[in-house]
């Protein structure tokens, strides 16, 4: 296993129809769990890497209409 987070700046804070796409989304295999931060307007991703890919994730956030401004890189 190879457990990853990735972070999405949003544009917009998330509508309620955001939300409840995203926990459908919540059971998808290979995600450990999401979360959002209301303060920074970010959204973060915990996943498997060998079991979910990033493009994934990318492609359920357009599909759910989730207004992303970009991804966040980690600090080092």
Do not use: C
């Not at 920074?40 to 989730?66: M, Q």
């Amino acid at each position: 296993m190879t457990f990853m987070t990735v972070t999405y700046e949003l544009q917009d804070r998330l509508k309620p129809e955001q939300f409840r796409a995203l926990g459908q989304f919540a059971n998808t295999y290979g995600l450990q769990r999401f979360r959002f931060d209301e303060k920074t307007n970010r959204l973060h991703f915990d996943y498997d890497a060998s079991r979910l890919r990033e493009t994934v994730l990318e492609h359920v956030l357009r599909d759910a209409r989730i207004p992303v401004l970009r991804r966040v890189l980690p600090q080092a």
